[in-house]
């Protein structure tokens, strides 16, 4: 007989419901993001503007950190997104869909095409003066609005489709950490480096060493963070590289735990006699201990890393960085910054390059036999997915910040970011919606 719900159960319930769904995380993103735009629109527009210039200072004479809120955020927060990000990138490099050449070749192909052509093309409308330095903005893909999209898109969704743009993500992602690392870095200092770099080799000797405490890395990962926020490379670089120093075993292997499991759980069932409530029975106290160190045991850091921060990422860390970047004031001169050469390439990048490289490298590399299409995907399918692969919002909007020094291209730059994602995101989702009813009613015939 199961326990009764108790009244906060009831409550909770629709909450927890809602944050289990693969929609949530860009559902809440949507509305960080319509929060910013109507704030930084309304009469407390100026509390917008001043709220994330305000500064704040840790530290101590010698060794301090002074920021305005927005770095902290940008260049703080966004270092656990880059963190849980690495740790999805080398998950996938060791058992998922970029595991072997064969199951890579396809996503590679799309993701080579959608940062490439993307990228060229800003670059035909912005080839002198400081707006070429943009040209890493319509490179990305946000694969949390893009997830959220295929979640609404209902359960009809090809599996197959789905890890395509996954993986075609998680590749884009490493093309968008390798740009910023590479041209978007300022002046570099060897001293911090050279720290940076000694703390990674310490991280690589405590992994080969077997250490698991996930406060060692973490404590030692901050101080990485540290020094390359002084080193002139970008600091979230810093949570990408840790990412791939965090272990990826587990103390037990399958047979050991499911044979040590099976023993307890027979061992607590007989100790059932002492007593049916486990507050008044000792051995069955003692059985769940067990089991509890057994799954430690079993759990990698790299997954009680990745699980415990990925809720945090998604329902705090991103909505947090949308409401700081995406406000954009659409005055009178908003038409004027949505035909600038930088809005206009920025918009000709991620709805049309994006559709146009990730379609045509992908159909190329399975046409040459380098890839497979997968089963259950047509080509529009495809299509559709690569149109939908133009929304770039979060990337985009965090190099946009990295690309210019002047204010006035940063914010030409989220108006062409916003306009395309929206553009990107209504008919990419069209074109799949029409393409899955059509297949699901010729499967029914």
């Given at each position: ?84 990000v690495g740790l999805e990138i080398k998950r996938e490099l060791l058992v998922g869909e970029l595991s072997s050449v064969r199951q890579a070749a396809l996503p590679i192909a ?82 911090a480096l050279g720290i940076a770099a000694g703390l990674i080799l310490l991280l690589i000797l405590l992994n080969k060493l077997g250490v698991r405490s996930i406060l060692i ?70 059985i769940v201990q067990e089991l509890k160190s057994g799954v430690a045991k079993m759990m990698t850091p790299l997954q009680i890393f990745e699980h415990g921060l990925h809720p ?134």
């Open positions: 007989m199961s326990k009764k719900s108790t009244p906060i159960d009831k409550i909770a319930r629709p909450f927890q419901k809602f944050l289990h769904t693969e929609s949530s995380g860009g559902i809440i993103l949507l509305a960080a993001t319509v929060v910013a735009l109507i704030w930084a629109n309304s009469p407390w527009s100026s509390l917008y503007n001043d709220l994330w210039h305000s500064h704040f200072k840790i530290g101590f004479d010698n060794f301090n950190l002074d920021y305005s809120l927005h770095h902290w955020i940008n260049d703080g927060l966004m270092v656990i997104f880059f963190f849980v799309a993701a080579l095409g959608g940062m490439i052509v993307p990228a060229a093309i800003y670059f035909a409308f912005n080839s002198t003066g400081n707006e070429t330095a943009g040209w890493g903005i319509p490179m990305a893909t946000d694969i949390a609005f893009v997830v959220g999209l295929f979640a609404l898109l209902g359960k009809n969704v090809p599996v197959s489709l789905k890890i395509f743009i996954t993986a075609l993500a998680i590749v884009d992602d490493i093309g968008a950490v390798l740009v910023i690392a590479v041209f978007y870095s300022s002046e570099i200092s060897l001293i890395y973490s404590v030692v990962g901050f101080i990485l963070w540290l020094a390359f926020l002084k080193s002139g490379i970008h600091a979230t670089i810093a949570g990408v590289l840790l990412a791939f120093t965090i272990p990826a075993y587990s103390r037990l292997n399958t047979k050991e735990f499911l044979d040590k499991g099976n023993y307890l759980l027979k061992e607590f069932d007989y100790a059932g006699e002492e007593g049916a409530n486990i507050l008044t029975n000792e051995p069955r106290q003692s945090w990422v998604s329902f705090f860390i991103m909505p947090v960085f949308a409401l700081a970047n995406a406000g954009v004031g659409f005055s009178s001169d908003f038409f004027d910054h949505l035909v600038s050469p930088v809005s206009v390439g920025i918009i000709a990048g991620l709805f049309a390059g994006k559709q146009l490289g990730i379609f045509s490298f992908s159909w190329l590399a399975v046409k040459l036999g380098i890839a497979a299409k997968p089963n259950g995907v047509t080509w529009k399918l495809i299509y559709g997915a690569a149109v939908m692969a133009g929304i770039g919002f979060t990337m985009s909007l965090f190099i946009s910040n990295l690309a210019f020094a002047d204010e006035l291209l940063v914010k030409i730059s989220k108006v062409g970011i916003l306009t395309a994602s929206f553009l990107s995101g209504v008919i990419g989702f069209i074109i799949l919606k029409t393409s899955i009813n059509k297949t699901s009613i010729n499967e029914n015939r």
